[in-house]
Nanobody
Framework: QVQLAESGGGLVQAGGSLRLSCAAN????????MGWFRQAPGKERDFVAAFGGRGRYTYYSDSVKGRFTISRDNAKNTMYLQMNSLKPEDTAVYYC????????????????????WGQGTQVTVSS
């Protein structure tokens, strides 16, 4: 079983950047498919970005494509989300998620596909 902890959230002006981190504790990090989701106030939790193929492939929601970059460092058991050109509509609580997949890893974009979640980190983008 893996425990996830996000960090790096905060308040930033529109056009600015933030880098979120997701530290994993327990389990073998490379055997987990990983992803990022976010939940804005009063809305459902939405997919942001995810890995497949043990980090060889990435997939992004249309709303963040070209602005956000997902990465992972298996040696440090950490996943990152670099967020550039932030917009007020990016304001949300950001969650990292993990799914144990010891075999071939496809990209998972649905919340129900993930087994483990962090507590979330708040990102607020002011206009």
């Amino acid at each position: 079983q893996v425990q996830l902890a996000e960090s790096g959230g905060g308040l930033v002006q529109a056009g600015g950047s933030l880098r979120l981190s997701c530290a994993a504790n327990g389990g073998t990090f490379s055997t987990y498919a990983m992803g990022w989701f976010r939940q804005a106030p009063g809305k459902e939790r939405d997919f942001v970005a995810a890995f497949g193929g043990r980090g060889r492939y990435t997939y992004y929601s249309d709303s963040v494509k070209g602005r956000f970059t997902i990465s992972r460092d298996n040696a440090k058991n950490t996943m990152y989300l670099q967020m550039n050109s932030l917009k007020p509509e990016d304001t949300a609580v950001y969650y990292c998620a993990a799914k144990f997949v010891p075999g071939p890893q496809s990209i998972a974009t649905r919340e129900s596909e993930y087994d483990y979640w962090g507590q979330g980190t708040q990102v607020t983008v002011s206009s």
